[in-house]
């Protein structure tokens, strides 16, 4: 099973519009992480936003929020008001346990359209 | 402050041979990971280096292996290169092997892109 699934390949949304990506992910561990990151087309990826299992408060940075449902396993990433330069692959991640290593999900490609 | 630095930024091997792929982490940071990102795929972790020695490790086989040097840079190696092994390798650094903050996520470098031909 997969433990990160992205479902929308590719989006295309307007400028200054908001735009939710969506991610759910399956672990028995009580403690893991969820992480977005922005990947542009020079490859880095760019850390947004990380959710931990037991923060009872959605995480916020600037325009990046997380739409933490625990109950649903459901992590999804809200960008408002969206700009031109915020076109590039996102990829939802997750660290359970003790692990060190991530698991990804295969990402979604945002365009963004003036 | 020079956030982590990969070389080569592209590289070219033949099926059979061996490759040598460098990391240099984020200043501060004390761990290097390896990431796999084939085409239209998101990264899947090969391992992670912490204090020298080979923390934890992914699904990879045994051609892959690693090193991490006193000065915290580090080295993935890859032996007899399959056409399958062509992909991006991220590196990515942190304080610690979780993170001193997991708030803070990891600090990915621009990757190496590899072929193998």
């Known amino acids: 099973a997969q433990k990160i699934t992205q479902t929308q390949p590719g989006m295309f949304v307007q400028e200054k519009e908001a735009v939710t990506l969506d991610c759910t992910y399956d672990t028995s561990d009580q403690s893991y992480g969820l992480f977005w990151y922005k990947q542009p087309s020079s490859g880095e990826m760019i850390f947004l936003i990380y959710q931990g299992s037991y923060d009872e408060q959605n995480a916020t940075e600037g325009r990046y929020s997380l739409n933490f449902q625990k109950a649903r396993k459901s992590a999804n990433l809200v960008i408002s008001a969206s700009q031109l330069g915020d076109s590039a692959m996102y990829f939802c991640?997750?660290?359970?346990?003790?692990?060190?290593?991530?698991?990804f999900g295969k990402g979604t490609h945002l365009i963004i359209q003036p | 402050d020079a956030g982590v630095t990969q070389s080569p930024t592209h590289l070219i091997k033949t099926r059979g041979q061996q490759v040598t792929l460098r990391c240099s982490p984020k200043?501060?940071?004390?761990?290097v990971s390896w990431y796999q990102q084939a085409l239209g795929q998101g990264p899947q972790f090969i391992f992670q280096?912490?204090?020298?020695?080979?923390?934890q490790r992914g699904n990879f086989p045994d051609r892959f292996s690693g090193h991490q040097f006193p000065n915290y840079s580090s080295e993935l190696n890859v032996n007899a290169l399959l056409l399958g092994d062509s992909a991006l390798y991220l590196c990515?650094?942190?304080?610690?092997?979780?993170?001193?903050?997991?708030?803070?996520?990891?600090?990915f470098g621009s990757g190496t892109r590899l072929t193998v031909v």
């Open positions: 280096y912490y204090e020298e020695e080979e923390r």
């Open positions: 990515a650094s942190s304080l610690g092997p979780q993170g001193a903050r997991p708030s803070y996520g990891y600090t």
């Open positions: 991640a997750m660290r359970e346990g003790v692990s060190d290593g991530l698991t």
């Open positions: 200043s501060g940071h004390d761990t």
